[in-house]
């Protein structure tokens, strides 16, 4: 009778230890799934945030593929580190821009872009950035005074911009020149190819700093403010990047950034 007891016991016994190690062992897993789904989220272990930008447009976005700088820029690069990715920029044509990000060839776009009714129908807009208007660039010593007196002049601005739609309304001119790039436009003024230029004012100042031999005749107030483009359907990524711009205003980057390439404080409308 002593033999089937000790059987039993040993049975028994060993039946515990099996499920101590197992229940060791099931905790052990889940511990480490538990630590390994906190790493992979946020905190810059995310996939690099592809951003669409037509470059050269100073001072929002100029320099060379590897070492782009700029105001669009540098805040781009502040709001991908606030959500945990790293922005990589891809210089594209800005007539095409918008198409671009909605068929998913990057996934945002930062280009001084205007949130317009008729861009909304393609992307989707952040939280407004930037508060902008245009200028009446001519050269030095022009009779041109203002956008009253750009009817029956030959007028440049960069195509598939707000310069061009307001050239359109408001012009009259003779002839209203779309060129490919800003700085295309700028150019044509200064050989003599174009009486005056409808462009951002911000770069008709940069114009007149960097380049010289233009000036500007009048600015235009538009009520316009500058957004990042997302995809239509790409509500994730919009709202981490308005967190991302929410939290560089309120940590005074944005401020930082403001001034470095507008040498003025940032508008109250934007950092409250």
């Known amino acids: 009778m002593s033999k089937p007891w000790l059987t039993a016991f040993f049975a028994v016994f060993l039946v515990g230890v099996v499920s101590l190690v197992a229940a060791g062992c099931g905790g052990s897993s889940s511990s480490s799934s538990g630590e390994t789904s906190a790493g992979g989220g946020g905190g810059g272990g995310g996939e690099p945030l592809t951003v669409g930008s037509d470059i050269p447009y100073p001072p929002f976005e100029q320099g060379k593929p ?3 700088t700029g105001f669009d820029v540098e805040l781009m690069e502040a709001i991908a580190e606030k959500i945990g990715r790293t922005a990589e920029f891809q210089d594209t044509s800005f007539e095409t821009i918008f198409r671009d990000v909605g068929q998913g060839k990057f996934e945002a776009v930062i280009s ?25 660039l001519v050269k030095e010593g022009s009779e041109i005074k203002g956008i009253a007196e750009l009817e ?29 790039e800003g700085p295309d436009a700028i150019n044509a003024l200064k050989a003599g190819t174009v009486e005056a230029v409808i462009i951002d004012a911000p770069v008709a100042q940069n114009a007149v700093e960097e380049e010289g031999g233009v000036e500007i005749a009048e600015k235009v107030p538009t009520e316009e403010s500058y957004g990042i483009a997302v995809a239509k ?32 404080e940032p508008p109250k409308q934007i950092v409250g």
Request: glycine share 8%.
């Open 66 to 68: 590897g070492s782009y």
């Open 112 to 136: 001084a872009a205007t949130i317009t009714a008729e861009r909304e129908k393609e992307v989707a807009f952040s939280d407004p950035y930037y508060l902008s208007e245009q200028a009446i």
């Open 233 to 264: 359907d790409n509500t994730e990524l919009l709202d981490e990047i308005n967190q991302g711009l929410e939290e560089v205003i309120e940590d005074g980057s944005y401020t930082t950034i403001y001034q470095k390439w507008f040498h003025l």
């Open 152 to 180: 029956g002049k030959v007028v440049g601005a960069q195509q598939g911009t707000t310069g061009l739609e307001l050239g359109k309304e408001k012009a009259n001119a003779s002839e209203l020149r779309p060129y490919p």
